[in-house]
């Protein structure tokens, strides 16, 4: 039976690997050297990726893509993905090509606030506590003055702090209510020190405050933290072009190509099962870059899809329409990003993934994220709405079914050309590699 381990943190690498091996493993040799063969070759580089977090016992590798050809405001991009699903990197790039053959894509960065809270419960009179807050404000400010200094010195710092009254949704509960200007810093650090300090000033001063009650003296922080809510972070992408310009099928008419895609948009806003399919192509595009260039894609996810339910039903992040002859299609999402900071200058690759987007700010990289999702959806629409994804699907899933079953080069070319003229299916992949394999 396995029991508990005691003191695992402070194990070698390669006791980790003996635990695990013995005790979940059946101590199969291949089981470690897996581990072991993806750790990399050069020493400081693996000690590198040891210490980003705990508990390392090998590396966990995605392929890293890049989509070229992505004209972004009139600048060319070859943007790097890093996924592990088949098509996503192929349909960028033919969505970038579409797209750059008229007139190429359009991004703007709208606002750039992010937003960060201290919970607190507080039992007493709302009057005390505004007048408490009003008389505070620039002793909070002061505080955080040392933590905010060298953010401002680069244009940012704190825009605003608020006092919040939730006490009709949970009795006693307030916030201090803090936006941010980070600059190219995601900001997370910066902004939780920030919220601690604040916290702290709140507590103590509430405790000495004359004419606070003993209760209300009390004041009780619960948490102080940035929210990955970023309404006013937002970045909009779009794309347009005359509607008689649309179709690259000589067989389909761009005003019928428009309209069905058209079509296509208003499911994913009005039906909430098709808007979670059409966002989560649209976050294929946009959950690559942002692993690439070393970013925090769980807080994107979370943003962007509270801001596609923030109306209280769930819908579609794109929005298309023809008007006066022009077909328009667009996208405006939240996108807290960083191209300072955390992984940024850690990790070579995603150094290497900053330097060919040519070292962005962060509001260029929301730009070029964006436009990634949005290409991705556009990419998706078209194909769900003409010849369906699955024939382009299969295309690249018949290599990943080669290389699983092993297949030998000479394999892979005849499977290839088997399968120009057949319907690529996983069973009828695997019977046609048994013939070829006698
Ligand atoms: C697959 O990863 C993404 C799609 O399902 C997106 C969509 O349906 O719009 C193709």
């Not at 608020?162 to 190219?184: G, H, P």
């Not at 959950?287 to 769930?314: C, M, P, Q």
Request: aromatic share 8%; charged share 25%.
């Amino acid at each position: 039976m396995i029991k508990p381990v005691n003191g695992f943190s402070k194990l070698s690498k390669q006791q980790k690997i003996d635990w695990l091996a013995e005790n979940y493993l059946s101590n199969t040799p291949e089981a470690v050297t897996i581990l072991q063969n993806y750790w990399n070759t050069d020493e400081s580089l693996q000690k590198l990726h040891d210490e980003f977090i705990e508990n390392t016992i090998s590396n966990y590798y995605l392929p890293f893509g890049i989509a070229p050809n992505f004209k972004i405001n009139d600048r060319l991009y070859a943007i790097p993905m890093a996924i592990e699903e088949s098509s996503v990197v192929a349909a960028a790039s033919k969505a970038a090509k579409f797209w750059g053959e008229r007139g190429g894509f359009k991004a703007e960065v709208l606002n750039m606030t992010k937003i960060g809270q201290v919970h607190f419960m507080f039992k007493g009179r709302k009057e005390n506590l505004h007048r408490f807050f009003e008389e505070n404000r620039q002793k909070l400010n002061d505080a955080v003055a040392p933590i905010t200094r060298n953010m401002e010195k680069r244009g940012g710092g704190i825009l605003d702090l608020d006092l919040i009254d939730k006490t009709s949704d949970l009795q006693n509960y307030y916030q201090l209510f803090v936006k941010f200007d980070t600059r190219d810093s995601m900001g997370a650090n910066f902004i939780n020190s920030c919220l601690e300090k604040f916290a702290e000033v709140l507590r103590n001063q509430a405790r000495a405050t004359d004419y606070f009650s003993e209760e209300e003296k009390q004041l009780e922080i619960v948490m102080s933290i940035l929210s990955n809510y970023v309404p006013e972070c937002i970045v909009r992408a779009e794309v347009s072009c005359p509607v008689d310009q649309l179709s690259d099928n000589p067989e389909i008419q761009g005003k019928d190509f428009a309209e069905k895609f058209i079509q296509a948009i208003r499911i994913a806003e009005i039906e909430p099962y098709r808007a979670v399919t059409h966002n989560k192509g649209i976050m294929n595009g946009i959950d690559a870059v942002v692993l690439a260039t070393g970013n925090d894609f769980r807080a994107v996810e979370a943003g962007i899809h509270a801001h596609a339910s923030r109306n209280g039903k769930y819908t579609s992040l794109t929005h298309a329409k023809v008007e006066n002859g022009i077909f328009h299609f667009w996208m405006e999402i939240p996108l807290a990003l960083g191209t300072v900071g955390g992984l940024t200058s850690l990790h070579p690759l995603v150094k290497l993934a900053l330097n060919m987007l040519q070292d962005p700010s962060a509001e260029e990289l929301m730009k070029i994220t964006a436009v990634a999702g949005l290409a991705q959806n556009f990419a998706a629409v078209k194909s769900l709405t003409t010849t369906g994804i699955q024939q382009g699907h299969m295309k690249m899933h018949l290599m990943n079914i080669l290389n699983q079953q092993k297949a030998t080069e000479d394999e892979k070319q005849q499977m290839i050309t088997y399968f120009t003229k057949n319907t690529i299916t996983h069973s009828g992949v695997i019977e046609q590699l048994e013939r070829i394999r006698g």
